[in-house]
């Protein structure tokens, strides 16, 4: 039996960031990962041609450049670095119009202007009131809860009146959002494309905000990705955490977290390795693979068991990856210097889009996300070509048959010819991933799904995974749950790991034994049966 003083399940971005907070205090850090590498949803690989890098899953961080935790780790000195497009995006629509996120606000404001008089102002007035809540607002969203000093600046920096303002936007719909805020379309593209990485539809609560925050840090930091492909950030991860002493241990699936009155005490893993924790077992998988597999429900309260019934997932994704011997012939022009490009509906469209969802059924008009790689980083293929890519989502139990599978790829290439005729002829090498293929690179994407559980109110702060604390304490001593399930969930900005972390310090500091019985307290009190 191996001991040590934490070990983390899962070597995703927030493992890996968890396992390096642990590190950096002196602690003896082990992490177990199922797959055969490292990196959960942020992989890269040759697959759709030779001498094309593919990033498998996410692919553009600008929450990782807002984040104060990943720029805390200084990456930089592991080996990496970050390269972007001259454009963070583009919405195309089928008629060669574009509305542009550019480097300079400025010239984002004036190709609005083109929309609508009026409207670059307003897109000048949201930049504005992003530059003055940036700082305490992004300390606020990656804290804990509840995030009090965070969130003091904040209201002090805004005053009554801004207070009620932001309040206001958290539940604001997009759509909403969008007509309050422009005349023309564009805005509204830029706005609702942005919200659309999330699972909310933009009639919805909630979506204004996702929308707002996305668009302000593609304005603010751009939508970089990591020079050399995805795979570049874990491997600065682990380079940093073996040179603190941690480890990484690959093809290790953790099958049980073994549990002695009411505490995490280690885990053992599907070929017979058994790992004794001394302080803390932190847990990157998803909150129902945690509590219900790992943990198994003898070992919790009824009522969380219960409240898990409800947990929702968000909507699963079907990608395609392509190598492509020219740049994608955009009609557009604009859409030729950006590396991201949203394409396939209008700003209605996007409500059809969202309805099919709802109603289970695949859009016909799918709404796209595409990544122009090597536009944004030209080490991903030969001068002259694109490695690029396009994800799409749909609903919950699709049945994916070879037939299906070939009618959605053909939806998808049909969306993207539509705004770039001749794209077709580019095509040298595909590589597709359905929801099933997603789920069994990466267990965390349960179904396809990419962001932990939904991003709906109804499953956020307090209220995430399952009501509760909103914190990575779960009612297991010395458990912590670090995955995109946790506060303040999907993409890779590294806080569910790092705030994990944090917890288990404080945990075994000085005032450990307090805060244990705090949280224990808690817990009983919030899963009591009425």
């Not at 379309?185 to 204004?208: C, R």
């Not at 299906?404 to 010819?417: F, G, L, N, P, Q």
């Amino acid at each position: 039996m191996t001991t040590v003083d934490a070990v983390v399940v899962g070597a995703g971005p927030n493992g890996l960031v968890a396992a390096n907070a642990l590190a950096d205090a002196g602690w003896d850090v082990l992490v177990l990962e199922a797959q055969d590498t490292y990196g959960g949803a942020v992989r890269s690989a040759e697959v759709a041609a030779p001498g094309y890098e593919t990033d498998l899953f996410s692919a553009f961080y600008p929450l990782a450049a807002g984040s104060p935790v990943i720029r805390g780790l200084h990456l930089e000195d592991h080996g990496l670095s970050w390269s972007r497009a001259p454009d963070a995006l583009a919405h195309v629509l089928d008629d060669g119009r574009a509305a542009v996120l550019r480097e300079r606000a400025v010239d984002t404001a004036a190709g609005l202007e083109e929309f609508a008089p009026g409207d670059g102002d307003a897109w000048l007035e949201l930049v504005a009131g992003w530059d003055r809540v940036r700082d305490p607002l992004l300390d606020a969203l990656f804290s804990p809860l509840p995030a009090a000093g965070p969130v003091l600046r904040l209201l002090r920096r805004l005053g009554a009146a801004g207070t009620l303002d932001l309040a206001r936007l958290a539940v604001l719909p997009v759509r909403r959002l969008a007509d309050e805020s422009f005349r023309g379309e564009g805005g509204g593209l830029l706005l609702t494309g942005n919200a659309m990485h999330a699972d909310v539809p933009p009639d919805a609560a909630g979506s204004g905000v996702f929308g707002w925050l996305l668009a302000m840090l593609g304005q603010d930091v751009g939508f970089p990705v990591p020079t050399g492909g995805a795979g570049r950030l874990p491997d600065a991860l682990v380079s940093r955490l073996r040179a603190r002493g941690g480890d990484v241990v690959t093809g290790a699936r953790v099958d049980r977290i073994h549990v002695a009155r009411g505490r995490a005490v280690g885990v053992s893993t599907a070929d017979g390795r058994h790992v004794r924790a001394r302080h803390a077992v932190v847990a990157d998988v998803s909150a129902p693979a945690l509590y219900l597999d790992l943990v198994g429900p003898d070992a919790l309260p009824p009522r969380l068991v219960r409240d898990l019934d409800r947990f929702q997932w968000d909507h699963p994704t079907v990608k395609v990856s392509w190598a492509l011997d020219r740049s994608i012939p955009w009609t557009a022009p604009g859409a030729r210097s950006a590396g991201t490009v949203h394409l396939g509906v209008d700003r209605a469209g996007f409500v059809d889009v969202a309805a099919a969802l709802s109603r289970g059924v695949v859009p016909a008009r799918p709404f796209l996300v595409l990544g122009q790689m090597t536009t944004s980083d030209p080490s991903r293929s030969p001068a002259g070509t694109e490695s690029a890519w396009a994800y799409t989502h749909v609903p919950h139990g699709v049945r994916w048959t070879r037939e299906a599978v070939t009618e959605e790829v053909r939806r998808v290439e049909d969306t993207v010819e539509r705004a770039a005729p001749g794209f077709a002829d580019a095509v040298v090498g595909r590589f597709v991933q359905t929801p099933a293929d997603l789920e069994a690179a990466d267990a965390n994407l349960a179904g396809g799904a990419i962001n932990g559980g939904t991003s709906a109110v109804h499953q956020e702060l307090f209220l995430r995974p399952t009501p509760g604390l909103g914190r990575p304490e779960t009612p297991v001593a010395s458990l912590y749950l670090a995955s995109a399930s946790a506060h303040p969930g999907g993409g890779v900005h590294g806080a569910c790991g790092w705030n994990a972390a944090r917890a288990a310090l404080a945990a075994a500091g000085p005032r450990g034994a307090l805060r244990r019985a705090l949280v224990r307290t808690a817990w009983a009190r919030l899963l009591r049966d009425p």
